[in-house]
Structures are given as C-alpha cells and as structure tokens.
C-alpha cells in the first residue's frame, strides 16, 4: 500500500519522516498556506538538501483569486474569514488542497502518517477522519516520542528548525489565542500586515463589520496592543492556547 507522510514543517514531523525512511513510492506531502515563517521554508529546503528526501509541496488556488495562492487565494473570495469554531481554512488549504492532490497520483486507498507524540495523547484520541481506504497511523506517539525527545535528536543534526514552536505552523493563526498573538506582533509586528489585509477585505461592502478572526477584537487592534507593550516576551516558552490539528 502506498504511504503518505504529512510533513507539517516543523522538527516533529521531519523526525518522523526520516525514522519513515521514505523510498520513491512514498509521498512526503507539505500543504502550503502560505503562512508559515520565512525560517519555516528554510528549513525544508534545507531538509531536503541533507536528508535527500523530496518533499512534495501542493498550496491552494481557485479560480476567483488569479495569480494568488493559499490563505491569500482562500480570504479573497470567500465572504467569510475562518475563526475557532469555523475552520474553513484547514478543511480547505489542508484537507482539500491534499485530496486533490494525492487522487490523481494514487487513489484515495492509502496509509497516512501523522506525527502527532506521546505526550500530545488527545490529538491522537480526537483525530477524525472519515475517508474510507485510508488508514492513519502515529508512529511517534507507538513509540512514545516526547517534545524533549525531538529537540535532543535535532541537537545531533547540522541544521534544524531555527523558530520557536509557537511560531510554527500559520505564523498568527488565531488557534494561538489573543496573548500569544500580541506576544509574537511585539516581536514581529511585520507579520501582522497580512492578516490585517484579510480583516479590510472582508469587510468590504458590510453594513456590520464583523468580519473578523476574533469575535471581540481585530488583527488591527491586537497590533496597538501589541506596540504598547514595554518589554519583549520569551517566545520558547509559550504554547498556543488551542489545539491545532492542521493535518491533511
């Protein structure tokens, strides 16, 4: 059976794939939002380059967004902006954007693997996936690998991942919650423009401005907040304040 690695871009999932010694049948899948950190592609490249696996790398596009991919392509055409309970966004530049992806290459049968650890046991018991003829499996959690696990493998290595964790995945994805978000904007006030963009566009042409990420604040409003602040916050330490089950 054919075997597909979700490689997410972080250390977790490249320390999968390589134990997943991957041969060119597989598929190392990477489903790109467009929103990662700049270091986060780094990385990649810079996996491929010392591990010599090729990592397939699919990003969403739609008819009505020309010349724009990913979370920009989704947010400029869609008339709503995905929140906590409306995750729109991984349904469609994850979930769908792999499908179709993977369907013409090898069908919908297939093994999946995830890599989710030992000591994130709710994302594996509340993992759901519904397509038949496709079996997930989480070698990391099977062998009971730890966060302080990946980090140590990573220290024998000549490169690795050169973030902290909260900024993996979307860089102000609103799965982190409020806190951690003006805690990156104090940092990184750059990578608030984007998501600001997203809110000014949704809002065109309503009457009720509410299109939003937050129900009760802005991108816009996190930012003043965040430039008040007087000191820097340590980013190694912080966790985001959802579970983020961004996988394909």
């Known amino acids: ?35 990662e950190h700049p270091l986060t592609y780094k990385f990649i490249d810079d996996f491929e380059k010392n591990e010599g696996i090729k990592v397939h790398r699919v990003g969403y596009e739609h008819k009505r967004s020309p010349g724009l991919t990913g979370f920009d392509a989704m947010t400029n055409w869609k008339t709503h902006l995905p929140n906590r309970m409306k995750r729109l966004c991984t349904t469609e530049l994850k979930i769908n954007v792999a499908r179709r992806y993977l369907r013409p290459l090898i069908g919908m049968k297939f093994e999946q693997f995830i890599g989710f650890r030992f000591d994130e046991p709710n994302r594996v018991k509340n993992y759901k996936h519904t397509y038949k003829g496709v079996y997930t499996k989480f070698i990391l959690f099977d062998q009971k690998v730890t966060k302080e696990m990946v980090n140590q493998f990573w220290l024998t290595k000549p490169y690795t991942l050169e973030i902290p964790s909260i900024l993996g995945n979307c860089d ?9 978000i003006i805690k990156i904007m104090a940092m990184y006030p750059e990578l608030a423009d984007k998501w600001i963009e997203d809110e000014r566009r949704a809002n065109v042409g309503r009457k ?3 299109g939003t990420f937050f129900p009760d604040v802005s991108y816009e409003g ?26 394909n």
């Open 1 to 35: 059976m054919k075997r597909v690695i979700n490689f997410s871009g972080g250390k977790t999932s490249a320390l999968m794939t390589i134990l997943l010694k991957p041969t060119d049948d597989d598929i190392v899948l990477f489903t790109d939002t467009g929103r």
């Open 172 to 180: 102000l994805c609103f799965l982190k919650g409020k806190d951690n």
């Open 208 to 210: 009720k401005k509410d």
């Open 222 to 247: 996190l930012l003043k907040i965040a430039k008040s602040q007087t000191s820097l916050f340590d980013l190694d330490k912080a966790l985001p304040a959802y579970n983020c089950s961004c996988t």
